[in-house]
């Protein structure tokens, strides 16, 4: 698909209407609906120039007439806004051992159902492939053309410099790029992005972080990252690698880490780590209502903890606040670094709730000085999982319409 086709413009010379009219669609899908005037001053067009562009837009199919707008006194103005349908995203979010994949329409709405497949970065040789093919399954049984894709946003784990588009945690022959590789594979516009910052993202255009300008977003599962927000942005650092809150060090010459590190906060307080001392408590004869939710101790995971604990099981409990603890101490660095408004916990371990939100609450208090404590909310995502996915399609759409955001 060639990225300009679905808004080029016969006879305009150069590049500056197609430029336009993709800043006049990211401000429609950011702000929603508005008005020829309104854009018009947006942009500082003249209003027969505005109304010529919408024009267009309405003949290819973006934008459509949605309603009426307050009057200032005359007859009210015509509303456009994007038409959900007029193209779709792919979002993909893959981990180390399992990829759900959706759909997504310019509404930001899932098409058909989400598909989780057991396949991932570290137990499969062919992941891109695997993943391709059920793209376009997915895309099949949505009825979904290829040429209606506006692109891919995939989120994955790891360093990923978004400048050269290389992942070194899961480096490619001859250092090639990721973004090259999948786009090699799903043939289109591809944006790839590291997990938790595009679950930060996520969380600031459409969960608990929306509206608010300081925010910490844990992203909890088999790893511990962090999504930073700070005045309304997602901090990336430099190279991009900004939030590996899991590699800090918190246990003085303690285990070794995959990073090469020892002592890391991953080696103590991820959910891999929640789940290996159960299975070794477990088979070591510990009594816990665990065992009565799997066959055998290996199939123990991380949401069998969470259930157990959720019905009682005092072992299960006292896991996921031994958690906490080095959550918390750790956490207390980062809070008396950024005086954050918010903390938002993701991922996996967001399941459990109260069970994980309160035992952080309550031990910060041991190492946060008060008065900072004091202005911090401890939320619990209400996207869960989806914050990752639902963080793709702000990505892709803030690279293709050249949306300067607020949060991006």
Excluded at 41 to 63: H, M
Excluded at 243 to 254: A, K, N, P, Y
Excluded at 304 to 324: M, V, Y
Aim: hydrophobic share 40%.
């Amino acid at each position: 698909m060639a990225e300009t086709d679905p808004i080029s413009i016969a006879g305009t010379p150069g590049t500056n209407r197609t430029l336009m009219k993709k800043k006049i669609l990211g401000v429609l899908y950011k702000n929603g609906p508005g008005s020829i005037t309104d854009i018009s001053k947006l942009f500082r067009l003249s209003i027969p120039t505005t109304a010529s562009i919408i024009n267009e837009l309405t003949n290819d199919g973006w934008v459509g007439q949605t309603g009426m707008g307050n009057s200032a006194g005359g007859r009210p103005p015509v509303l456009y806004g994007l038409q959900p349908h007029a193209k779709y995203i792919v979002g993909i979010d893959v981990s180390r051992r399992h990829s759900r994949l959706a759909v997504f329409t310019l509404a930001n709405s899932p098409v058909g159902n989400i598909v989780e497949i057991p396949v991932g970065l570290e137990n499969s040789d062919n992941t891109t492939q695997i993943l391709t093919d059920h793209v376009s399954k997915l895309l099949k049984s949505n009825d979904i053309p290829q040429s209606k894709l506006l692109g891919y946003g995939i989120a994955m784990p790891g360093l990923h410099d978004v400048r050269k588009g290389i992942n070194y945690s899961y480096q490619l022959p001859g250092n090639t790029s990721v973004a090259t590789l999948f786009s090699e594979t799903l043939e289109g516009h591809v944006c790839i992005e590291n997990d938790t910052k595009s679950m930060a993202l996520g969380e600031a255009w459409f969960g608990r972080a929306k509206g608010i300008k300081d925010a910490l977003c844990l992203n909890i599962g088999t790893g511990i990252g962090m999504g930073i927000i700070i005045d309304g942005k997602i901090f990336r650092g430099q190279s991009g690698f900004s939030g590996e809150f899991g590699h800090i060090q918190l246990v003085t010459d303690g285990k070794l880490c995959y990073c090469g590190k020892t002592g890391c906060l991953e080696t103590v307080a991820s959910g891999a780590e929640i789940v290996r001392k159960a299975k070794k408590s477990i088979a070591g004869g510990m009594t816990s209502l665990i065992s009565d939710f799997v066959s055998d101790t290996s199939a123990i995971d991380l949401k069998t903890i969470i259930q157990a604990a959720s019905e009682g099981d005092i072992f299960s409990i006292q896991l996921l606040e031994d958690t906490s603890e080095h959550l918390a101490r750790g956490l207390a660095m980062v809070i008396h670094l950024l005086n954050p408004q918010m903390i938002i916990i993701g991922g996996s371990l967001s399941a459990a709730g109260p069970l994980i939100s309160e035992p952080i609450r309550h031990k910060l208090t041991k190492y946060t000085i008060g008065q900072i404590l004091q202005d911090v909310s401890i939320q619990i995502s209400d996207l869960g999982r989806d914050a990752i996915l639902l963080g793709t399609i702000p990505y892709v759409l803030s690279n293709y319409f050249e949306l300067q955001s607020d949060n991006y």
